[in-house]
């Protein structure tokens, strides 16, 4: 059985002083560990802070930042109503049609080279030639304003349902400000 093994890279008092943030770097605990192996663990001691904030660690080998909880809420929730707007999108009529009509134009293609190309050149996909070949593709909510274009159709409740996912992405992009801890072990 493994363990990890924990360093700490960060201490300094909670937002109101009465607990403390504790930053700790940890690496699996065997010989053969890498740096790209290694996980920020963080904890905040104050029961107060913890009801008003939380770390946001969008990459476990990066420092985390705190955040107001309200602004990690609203990331969650623009989350899950992404995650719904791609679900509405999927089992919509057009873009079933559309799904349809794009195997098919890969099927008439000569050569998986052509069909890939073609998956390329609409911007489809970025995935090799090999990785195609090995997967195939089958189309997502994440391609279809790609889909539309490269078959010059239109339709308005689709692109607003496109729309609607990339405002809610765009709130998950969007890196909240950081709460000044001068904690080293945290992105400020």
Known sequence: MSTDDCSVVGRSVCPCGKGEILVELCMPDHPWARDSQGWYRNSLSCDDCRL???????????????????QAERIR????????????????????????????????????????????????????????????YKLSALHAAEALTLFGQR???????????????????????????????LES
Request: glycine share 4%.
């Open 52 to 70: 008003e904030y939380e770390f946001l660690q969008r990459d476990p080998n990066k420092k985390a930042r705190l955040i107001l909880r309200e």
């Open 77 to 136: 929730d623009a989350e899950k109503m992404w995650h719904q707007t791609l679900r509405e999108i999927e089992a919509s009529a057009t873009f079933e049609r559309l799904s349809e009509k794009l195997e098919q134009a890969l099927v008439e293609q000569r050569s998986a080279a052509a069909a890939h190309r073609l998956l390329t050149a609409a911007k489809l996909t970025y995935d090799s030639i090999g990785q195609y070949r090995r997967h195939g």
């Open 155 to 185: 339709d308005t409740d689709i692109e607003a349902l496109i729309d609607r996912a990339e405002r809610y992405r765009e709130i998950m992009r969007k890196t909240p400000t950081a709460i000044k801890t001068g904690n080293p072990g």
